[in-house]
Structure formats: structure tokens, C-alpha cells
């Protein structure tokens, strides 16, 4: 009985700090917040799980009414190759991501109405942290056209590294935004930063209307 008790009063304090340490706030009660210096984006991966998956099944019966069915889904892993190209084309026309997305990021929420105020350049008690874990060089069906998709994830902490509020998007493509082949757009310096300026544009807006939605 004793070692019950003391089990549980271990479990109520453990309850107690875990619960403590969140803290819920509305992001749009906070009344500032400024974004970090360091931009994080993820490498491209040589390789991705292909769209087609391959079913392999095994079945057998055990009597007239019992029957045991073994089965497994394949996706087998593809080139990356458009992806890990776009990398390299960034690199090749010194094209930063990392600049892009932070000069969006300040232009937006600054010209913003209702976040002007209170993003601002240092001394807020939030801090705005922004990861890119996938960009892609999406191509127009049945077409040579393509297009930059990137997602940008960002997080809010407090001044204790507790999140406060986080979302991930991506730009929407729609037809209009499939302007240049894709050879264009690694090949070409200038039309390589317009469509990447584009898809960080219009990824950094969805982010903005999600959060006023909150």
C-alpha cells in the first residue's frame, strides 16, 4: 500500500510539470514577435518512394472455413532526379533560398495590416523559427512546363523554447503559374529566381491567412 501511494504521487507531480511546462496562447494575442536569424532548409534526398505501389499476396486455407491471407504493399524507390537538379541550379547561379524566404517573410508581414505591428526586428518576447523540409520542381501533365512547389513550415516559441504555435504550407500551382520549360528555369539565372520567388510568395501568404485564422 505504501509503495501504491508513493507510485502515485509520483505519477500526480510528473501530471503537474508536464501540464505546466505547455502553454496555450492564441497567436493573435501575442503583441510581438520577430523572426530568427537562421533559416533551416532540409537537403534534397537522392531518392523518393514512387507513386505506383506493387501487391504481393499469399493465401491459404486452413480448413473449409478459416483462411490465413499474408499481404504487403511495395513502393520502390525512384530517382529524385528534378529535385536534386533544382538543388544544384540554386547552388550553381548562387541563388539563396534561405535570403529569399527571409526578405518575403519581412516584406509580408510588415506590409501586413494586422501583423505590422507586431512583427518586429528584435526585443519581442516570441520568436518566429522557419524550417523548409521539401521544395520540388513540379511538371505540367502532359506538358514541358513546370513549376517551383515549395512548403515552409514555421514555429512560435516563448522565450522558454515552448511552441506556442506551429503550421506547415505550400504554394498552390495552379495553370497560369506553368510559364517556362523546365529546362528554363535551371538553365536561366533570371527566370530561375522568378519562379522561386513566386512559390515563396504565395507559400509565405497561405502561412499569414492560416495564422489569422487561429
Do not use: W
Amino acid at each position: 500500500m505504501k509503495y501504491t501511494y508513493q507510485i502515485l504521487l509520483v505519477l500526480m507531480v510528473f501530471l503537474f510539470t508536464a501540464c505546466s511546462s505547455k502553454q496555450i496562447v492564441s497567436i493573435n494575442k501575442i503583441e510581438s514577435f520577430s523572426l530568427s536569424n537562421h533559416i533551416i532548409i532540409a537537403s534534397i534526398p537522392r531518392t523518393v518512394k514512387g507513386p505506383v505501389s506493387f501487391g504481393i499476396g499469399l493465401g491459404g486455407a486452413i480448413s473449409r472455413n478459416v483462411g490465413v491471407g499474408v499481404g504487403t504493399s511495395i513502393h520502390p524507390d525512384v530517382s529524385n532526379s528534378e529535385a536534386v537538379q533544382l538543388e544544384r541550379s540554386l547552388a550553381l547561379n548562387n541563388v539563396s533560398l534561405e535570403n529569399i524566404i527571409e526578405n518575403e517573410i519581412k516584406t509580408q508581414f510588415k506590409n501586413d495590416e494586422y501583423y505590422k505591428n507586431k512583427f518586429v526586428p528584435f526585443g519581442a518576447a516570441y520568436t518566429m523559427f522557419v524550417y523548409v523540409p521539401k521544395y520540388s520542381l513540379e511538371e505540367k501533365f502532359f506538358s514541358s512546363k513546370a513549376q517551383i512547389q515549395i512548403e515552409i513550415n514555421l514555429r512560435i516559441k516563448n522565450n522558454n523554447n515552448q511552441i506556442v504555435y506551429e503550421d506547415s504550407q505550400k504554394n498552390i500551382i495552379y495553370s497560369k503559374d506553368y510559364k517556362y520549360d523546365e529546362k528554363e528555369i535551371l538553365t536561366n539565372a533570371n527566370i530561375l529566381i522568378e519562379v522561386v520567388k513566386t512559390a515563396v510568395q504565395n507559400s509565405v501568404a497561405e502561412l499569414i491567412s492560416e495564422m489569422k485564422k487561429n
